[in-house]
Nanobody, 123 residues
Framework: VQLVQSGGGLVPAGGSLTLSCAASGRSLTYYTLGWFRQAPGKEREYVASIRWSDGDAIYGDSVKGRFTISRDNDKNTVYLQMSSLTPEDSARYYC?????????????????WGQGAQVTVSS
């Protein structure tokens, strides 16, 4: 599976931003797509994931209620809509793909990764 990300950029605190991740290479029926982020000097943090087959999604505690993960079956694309952004959300965001029908948080389970997109939230 190849993952190509788009989106990212600079946004003021309180603003919104949407990241996209287009997948290609195989059917995603038995896959889970996820988003992770990593800020300089910090460990990779789980953000959200979605089961491709039915859209079931889970979120990390730090983004719950502010971020929404979704997918477009026709476009084979997963999105991360981010709102009420704070400077603490600044990081490089990665989409990833796991061969799993369970919606999972562990980054080690994700086999394929996008190139990443920088999100910077100004105060």
């Amino acid at each position: 599976v190849q993952l190509v990300q788009s989106g990212g950029g600079l946004v003021p605190a309180g603003g919104s931003l949407t990241l996209s991740c287009a997948a290609s290479g195989r059917s995603l029926t038995y896959y889970t797509l996820g988003w992770f982020r990593q800020a300089p000097g910090k460990e990779r943090e789980y953000v959200a994931s979605i089961r491709w087959s039915d859209g079931d999604a889970i979120y990390g505690d730090s983004v719950k209620g502010r971020f929404t993960i979704s997918r477009d079956n026709d476009k084979n694309t997963v999105y991360l809509q981010m709102s009420s952004l704070t400077p603490e959300d600044s990081a490089r965001y990665y989409c990833a793909c796991a061969y799993s029908v369970a919606v999972i948080r562990e980054p080690g389970a994700y086999l394929f990764w996008g190139q990443g997109a920088q999100v910077t939230v100004s105060s």
